[in-house]
């Protein structure tokens, strides 16, 4: 059985959850990535079974990556869920998730929603998916292979609202001084909302809030308003500084 990795990470925390769960499997793993600019759909073979992994981008599923899972045709193909947040909640975009996940025809058998770093407050989920997390994501893909083997293909009780909450503003990023026009993030960019004759240029409207443009500049040249991102953090301070367990449902 073929394990397909189906990833939208722009800044590594989702990949290496994603990871930490298909190489679990045990199975020959092809990867899809989601978050490359011109990604333009893909089949699937209806014996394999899909990790399909999307941060939390304040409590939904980012609509870029929902939009392309929807290109992807499952042919009947099992299918783990993966929703990856900064400590704080998943909300709904576990059940956004696995609703377009069916609607592709793929066949949900178990989800988690899993913590990893949070993206623009690094203080918090610092380091994560830390030993403890890759643990419990093994023992959790250890316990898909288990019900994969009881040839039990039930779906289990995502959780979740319809419809889904409402999407709120995002933070873009802008080049400083420190910018050379290297292109790197412009390259990078999932949506192309970076110019390529001109990275200094961003179109705010474009711009999906994702941060990946920050994580791959060489320079370290982009950055978020200082304020907004103070403000950010001491919102998430009490809801963010407890560390909270990775939730399986299977």
Same mark, same amino acid.
């Given at each position: ?5 189906i ?12 990871s930490?769960i298909?190489n ?64 704080r ?12 996940a ?9 989800g988690? !929603? ?22 419990q ?5 250890? !316990? ?11 779906e ?9 909450k ?6 873009v ?23 390529? !004759? ?28 200082g304020?907004m ?11 963010c ?10």
């Amino acid at each position: 059985m073929r394990t397909y990795k189906i990833v939208f990470s722009p800044t590594g925390g989702t990949e290496k959850v994603a990871s930490i769960i298909a190489n679990a499997l045990g199975a020959e793993i092809e990867t899809v990535d989601l978050s490359t600019q011109n990604f333009s759909g893909c089949n699937l073979t209806d014996d394999g079974i899909a990790v399909i992994a999307m941060p939390s981008f304040g409590g939904r599923a980012p609509k870029t990556a929902i939009d392309r899972l929807k290109t992807v045709k499952a042919n009947g193909a099992k299918a783990v869920v993966v929703a990856v947040y900064g400590n704080r909640e998943q909300e709904d975009t576990l059940i956004e998730m696995a609703d377009t996940a069916k609607a592709c025809g793929f066949k949900v058998v178990a989800g988690i !929603s899993a913590v990893a770093e949070h993206s623009i407050a690094h203080q918090y989920a610092t380091g994560r998916p830390d030993d403890i997390d890759a643990q419990q994501l093994t023992e959790f893909a250890k !316990s898909i292979i288990k019900k994969m083997q009881a040839s039990a293909d039930t779906e289990p009780n995502i959780p979740g609202n319809r419809p889904y909450k409402k999407s709120g503003p995002g933070l873009v990023p802008k080049a400083t001084s420190s910018c050379t026009a290297c292109g790197i993030c412009a390259e990078k960019c999932p949506v192309g909302a970076i110019d390529k !004759s001109n990275p200094k240029k961003t179109d705010k409207k474009a711009c999906i809030n994702c941060m990946r443009c920050m994580i791959v500049c060489p320079q370290n040249a982009r950055k978020v308003n200082g304020t907004m991102v103070k403000l950010v953090g001491v919102a998430l301070k009490k809801p963010c500084s407890i560390r909270k367990d990775n939730k399986i449902f299977i």
